[in-house]
């Protein structure tokens, strides 16, 4: 039986409301001070997308397992799925801009979900910048601010153009920097099915369950996900599953039972077995290896 608590494995963090009661939008500036909050040192997500641009830092962060020492002059972003610690408080020089798939909507705007930049098939976070991309990018978010600090009846249509413009941009630089690995603009089918996986991996493990979902059969979706991606329906599924099972053996003291039936497995042992068969170690070895790494 699906625990339906499961999907909360971590704390989930809002977007605090400003002081304007805006609870959809957020501009961050730090100059100098990064405020001491010992909340972001534990294991969460946010509801919320946040894109940094980092001017000055020393500061390590992990984003789903991969630990990102802060660089100058580099974009780093977050969607609500990803699990984010901060490790260490020093000083930090940057702009942040935080909002909601509900701002987006409520300006018209759901079409920017589609942006490689947001939709992050790659699982990427970090954008380096050339000189030019600084200029374009700094410029931007000094009008961003600017019309953020100074509400009006125009403020969130303003804020919005903006945001279209620079998310445009960062897909661009998203694009060139992972284009090895980037997926062709029409895999619409590939963007659905991976889409219906996040949703629906903790219940639904069979190609057939997600054919239903989708409408077609489960022998079309295998071939057509093959062909767009390169790799069996079958291996997303479970790459999504060992993806949160590393999640949850690394940040969490849950036992491996625990863990199995948290992701839908009524069998602890069946767990193991399609643990170390997915990754070549056992959960317990997993979890022992990448703590004793990085702590």
Same mark, same amino acid.
């Given at each position: %039986?699906?625990? !339906?608590?499961?999907? @909360?494995?971590?704390? =989930?963090?809002?977007?605090? !409301?400003?002081?304007?009661?805006? @609870?959809?939008?957020?501009?961050?500036?730090? #100059?100098?001070?990064? !405020?001491?909050?010992?909340?972001?040192?534990?294991?969460?997500? *946010?509801?919320?997308?946040?894109?940094?641009?980092? /001017?000055?830092?020393?500061? /390590?962060?992990?984003?789903?397992?991969?630990?990102?020492? $802060?660089?100058?002059?580099?974009?780093?972003? &977050?969607?609500?799925?990803?699990?984010?610690?901060? #490790?260490?408080?020093?000083?930090?020089?940057?702009?942040? $801009?935080?909002?909601?798939?509900?701002?987006?909507?409520?300006?018209?705007?759901?079409?920017?979900?589609?942006?490689?930049?947001?939709?992050?098939?790659?699982?990427?976070?970090?954008?380096?910048?050339?000189? !030019?991309?600084?200029?374009?990018?700094?410029?931007?978010? %000094?009008?961003?601010?600017?019309?953020?600090?100074?509400?009006?009846?125009? +403020?969130?249509?303003?804020? %919005?153009?903006?945001?279209?413009?620079?998310?445009?941009?960062?897909?661009?630089?998203?694009?060139? +920097?992972? *284009?090895?690995?980037?997926?062709?603009?029409?895999?619409?089918?590939?963007?659905?099915? +991976?889409?219906?996986?996040?949703?629906?991996?903790?219940?639904?493990? #069979?190609?057939?369950?997600?054919?239903?979902?989708?409408? =077609?059969?489960?022998?079309?979706?295998?071939?057509?996900?093959?062909? +767009?991606?390169? @790799?069996?329906?079958?291996?997303?599924?479970?790459? /999504?599953?060992?993806?949160?099972?590393?999640?949850?053996?690394?940040?969490? &003291?849950? &036992?491996? @039972? #625990? =863990?199995?039936?948290?992701?839908?497995?009524?069998?602890? &042992?069946?767990?193991? /077995?399609?643990?170390?068969?997915?990754?070549?170690?056992?959960?317990?070895?997993?979890?022992?290896?990448?703590?004793? %790494?990085?702590?």
């Amino acid at each position: %039986m699906q625990n !339906p608590n499961s999907v @909360k494995q971590f704390p =989930i963090y809002h977007l605090e !409301p400003d002081e304007t009661g805006n @609870k959809y939008f957020r501009v961050y500036n730090f #100059e100098g001070t990064l !405020p001491h909050q010992s909340e972001l040192l534990i294991p969460h997500r *946010k509801d919320h997308f946040l894109i940094v641009l980092v /001017r000055k830092a020393g500061t /390590r962060q992990w984003i789903d397992l991969q630990p990102y020492i $802060l660089k100058n002059n580099t974009v780093y972003f &977050s969607g609500p799925e990803n699990i984010i610690v901060k #490790e260490e408080f020093q000083q930090l020089w940057s702009t942040g $801009l935080a909002f909601t798939s509900q701002f987006l909507s409520l300006q018209g705007g759901e079409f920017l979900l589609t942006l490689p930049f947001l939709q992050n098939v790659q699982n990427a976070h970090e954008l380096l910048l050339t000189e !030019p991309d600084i200029a374009f990018v700094e410029d931007l978010l %000094m009008k961003i601010n600017t019309e953020y600090q100074h509400p009006n009846e125009w +403020q969130q249509r303003m804020l %919005m153009a903006y945001l279209t413009l620079l998310l445009t941009y960062l897909s661009r630089l998203y694009t060139e +920097q992972y *284009k090895a690995n980037d997926p062709a603009g029409d895999k619409i089918l590939l963007k659905k099915f +991976q889409s219906k996986i996040d949703d629906s991996f903790q219940h639904c493990h #069979e190609v057939g369950d997600y054919a239903s979902m989708l409408n =077609i059969s489960a022998g079309h979706l295998s071939e057509l996900i093959k062909t +767009q991606s390169g @790799k069996p329906a079958i291996k997303h599924i479970h790459d /999504r599953l060992i993806l949160e099972a590393r999640r949850l053996l690394f940040h969490s &003291s849950k &036992s491996s @039972k #625990e =863990i199995a039936f948290d992701l839908g497995f009524a069998d602890a &042992s069946y767990f193991n /077995r399609f643990f170390k068969r997915e990754t070549g170690i056992t959960p317990a070895q997993y979890r022992n290896q990448i703590r004793e %790494m990085y702590h």
